[in-house]
Nanobody, 125 residues
Framework: QVQLVESGGGSVQPGGSLRLSCAVS????????IAWFRQAPGKEREGVSY???????YYGESVKGRFTSTRDNAKKTVYLQMNSLKPEDTAVYYC???????????????????WGQGTQVTVSS
């Protein structure tokens, strides 16, 4: 069955870096776009980044210039490199599969059909 499993979360000081991984199974990653979302306590889920099946990337305004999404189809894994982390980046991060295949128009939750369980990222001094 379709599965997405996030890893790489943890605690880091402001200004630090983390790399999240999203390992997928049950479908051919080559044909799908993958997004990253995050949700902080008491806040709505926020679209962070999206990488299309051909590697084009899109980012939310709050993370542009700091976060980078990449993919390795051979390893069936999508990555989110997070640099210059801020306390406001603290959240549970989820990866999700575009329900339309290679290209979703927006980083909004209804456009994604399968989700991982999430990984906690905490940025604090």
């Amino acid at each position: 069955q379709v599965q997405l499993v996030e890893s790489g979360g943890g605690s880091v000081q402001p200004g630090g870096s983390l790399r999240l991984s999203c390992a997928v199974s049950g479908f051919t990653l080559d044909y799908y776009g993958i997004a990253w979302f995050r949700q902080a306590p008491g806040k709505e889920r926020e679209g962070v980044s999206y990488i299309t099946s051909d590697g084009t990337t899109y980012y939310g305004e709050s993370v542009k210039g700091r976060f980078t999404s990449t993919r390795d189809n051979a390893k069936k894994t999508v990555y989110l490199q997070m640099n210059s982390l801020k306390p406001e980046d603290t959240a549970v991060y989820y990866c999700a599969r575009c329900r339309f295949g290679g290209r979703c128009a927006y980083i909004v939750a209804p456009d994604y059909d399968y989700w991982g369980q999430g990984t906690q990222v905490t940025v604090s001094s």
